[in-house]
């Protein structure tokens, strides 16, 4: 003997909609084809993102120091995080323990160390 519990759905014979062969081969086919796609380069950030590239240039043409483009990096990472409103002396502690955890990290360290000498 079934006992079945109050208040619970009973399952029922029919299929619910939008099951069944017809709709999984129309699944299959959306993922062949977003599959077949080749992938999309990353979309432009506005021009209020964090960018880099000028600093990179003035780096690259002998302009600045590396270190001198290090500072100009965290300055605009901690400008662009903590917002225009953020006290200056918020950044400041933002700004210097972005500069200790690039110091303290061997694997950033080093490739800071490339940097300087790639120049």
Do not use: C, Y
Request: charged share 30%; hydrophobic share 40%; aromatic share 0%.
């Amino acid at each position: 003997m079934k006992i079945s519990r109050p208040g619970l759905p009973q399952p029922s014979a029919s299929k619910p909609s939008g099951v069944g062969p017809s709709k999984r081969g129309d699944f299959a086919a959306k993922l062949d084809k977003a599959r077949s796609k080749p992938a999309a380069a990353p979309r432009a950030r506005s021009a209020s993102a964090t960018s880099v590239s000028d600093i990179a240039s003035d780096l690259r043409a002998a302009r600045i120091t590396p270190q001198v483009a290090i500072d100009k990096v965290i300055d605009r990472i901690v400008a662009r995080q903590l917002g225009i409103h953020a006290s200056p002396a918020a950044k400041e502690k933002i700004g210097a323990a972005l500069r200790e955890r690039l110091a303290d990290d061997p694997l950033l360290a080093a490739k800071v160390r490339t940097l300087s000498e790639e120049i």
